[in-house]
């Protein structure tokens, strides 16, 4: 992650609202959409699967230790 920080970033600069920033908007709001009208009464195993994938995801974006 400290690359995407750096003073001497080569890369392409972030453009708000561009194509890659509204389909990382629209996954997000997908996601949360489905979590509350669509899953209703999960079983204990669903619960115990999401909580999994979301630390699973939250260590891979580099959030470890952040609470």
């Known amino acids: 992650m400290l690359e995407y920080f750096a003073g001497d970033w080569k890369g392409a600069p972030f453009e708000l609202f561009g194509a890659h ?10 996601i949360n959409l489905y979590l509350i009208f669509g899953w ?3 079983s204990p195993r669903a619960k115990m699967t999401f909580r999994y994938a979301l630390r699973r995801l ?6 470890r230790g952040e609470q």
Do not use: E, F, V
């Not at 920033?21 to 997908?30: D, E, R």
């Not at 939250?58 to 959030?63: K, N, P, T």
């Open 58 to 63: 939250r260590s891979r974006i580099g959030a």
């Open 21 to 30: 920033h509204l389909i990382g908007i629209a996954i997000i709001a997908l």
């Open 40 to 42: 209703k009464n999960p």
